[in-house]
């Protein structure tokens, strides 16, 4: 299930979701001090609201009352760019990036975009 980012609650969600999965994956590869930058930047609260506020919207995924990660998407003119697409590791290979990436182009649909991944 998606349910688009609204409250102060679910951007804390998402927040949240971004260290866990962040901190887990990237630490390695560029080091923890670069990913607290980036989160900081890119994945705080406030930068997260601010970019809802610019026309990103944000969906959370949740499956068995557990939120296992979320998606972003941002209109571009006649394209819907999928921005970012993040699922907790406990919840990968259960074919959840591809229901993620089946959403936004439903979405895409959705909102008249004449361009999507996969056409």
Known sequence: MFLEVSTEQQIEIVESLAREIWTEHYS???GLKQVEYMLDKFQSKQAILD???AGVLYFLMKEDKEFIGYIAVQPKGAELFLSKLY???????????KKAVRFAESLALKKNCEKSCSR
Do not use: D, Y
């Open 28 to 30: 390695a590869i560029i």
């Open 51 to 53: 970019q809802i506020k």
């Open 87 to 97: 699922v907790r590791s406990s919840r990968r290979n259960e074919g959840h990036g």
